[in-house]
Nanobody, 127 residues
Framework: QLQLVESGGGLVRPGGSLRLSCAAS????????IGWFRQAPGKEREVVSC????????DYVDSVKGRFTISRDNAKNTVYLQMNSLKPEDTGAYYC????????????????????WGQGTQVTVSS
């Protein structure tokens, strides 16, 4: 059974940093694309970043480009989201999920491609 567990959220001041982790169990993460999503209070869930099978492609939503970095550690079977220069508008529940298409050359910045969601981790950016 594919299972993901997010961690690393917390309360941070504007301009601060956090690193979120998405740990997999029941499968080898390197064989799947992974997406990071967030949902702010009162808003729809949006895709933040994605990484394709074997790191063939990475992508980011425009609002986080240059500030967030997605990466993978195969030895730990974990995908990370390094978040720097955090802003209050980055506040929300962050989720990771598995891309069901297993494509190496592109990662998908749309929720329709994803399933096997983790439980989420809360990020709050506030002074």
């Amino acid at each position: 059974q594919l299972q993901l567990v997010e961690s690393g959220g917390g309360l941070v001041r504007p301009g601060g940093s956090l690193r979120l982790s998405c740990a997999a169990s029941g499968f080898f993460l390197n064989s799947y694309g992974i997406g990071w999503f967030r949902q702010a209070p009162g808003k729809e869930r949006e895709v933040v970043s994605c990484i394709s099978v074997r790191d063939g492609a990475k992508d980011y939503v425009d609002s986080v480009k240059g500030r967030f970095t997605i990466s993978r550690d195969n030895a730990k079977n974990t995908v990370y989201l390094q978040m720097n220069s955090l802003k209050p508008e980055d506040t929300g529940a962050y989720y990771c999920a598995v891309d069901q298409t297993a494509v190496q050359s592109v990662c998908h910045m749309a929720e329709v491609f994803y399933d096997n969601w983790g439980q989420g981790t809360q990020v709050t950016v506030s002074s």
